[in-house]
């Protein structure tokens, strides 16, 4: 899990979505706002990816866990799109390198 000053709150999440710009990837798609401070993200896991709490939160932890060493400025609001074979965690991991490279 990323840490609380890490993660975005509700209104930024808000804030993100309608100003940020859009890429997509396989997995995974996301909305990045540029910005001057350390990179802060949220995940956003639908339940038409994935019907069970269980199974949303697993992917959430495994994205989370893909952010964790990502360096970079901004806000960003990631939203799983498909469930990838495993190891969910790289799967996620090489998505949002490609994207965040798109994006900067």
Same mark, same amino acid.
């Given at each position: $899990?990323? !840490?609380?000053? @890490?993660? *975005? =709150?509700?209104?930024? #999440? &808000?804030? #993100?979505? !309608?100003?940020?710009?859009?890429? &997509?990837? $396989? ?11 350390? *990179? @802060? =993200? ?10 069970? =709490?269980? #199974?949303?939160?697993? *992917? &959430? &932890? =495994?994205?989370?866990?893909? *952010?964790?060493?990502?360096?970079? %400025?901004?806000?960003?609001? #990631? ?14 991991? !090489? ?8 994006? %900067?």
């Amino acid at each position: $899990m990323l !840490a609380k000053q @890490r993660r *975005l =709150a509700a209104a930024e #999440v &808000r804030h #993100v979505l !309608a100003r940020g710009r859009s890429s &997509r990837a $396989m997995y995974i798609s996301l909305k990045h706002l540029p910005g001057t401070t350390s *990179l @802060r =993200a949220a995940v956003v896991v639908s339940k038409a990816v994935a019907k069970k =709490a269980v #199974v949303r939160n697993r *992917l &959430r &932890r =495994a994205v989370y866990r893909a *952010l964790m060493p990502v360096a970079g %400025t901004g806000e960003i609001v #990631v939203f799983v799109q498909k469930i990838p074979s495993p190891p969910l965690t790289e799967a996620f991991a !090489a998505d949002l390198a490609t994207l965040l490279k798109k994006s %900067t």
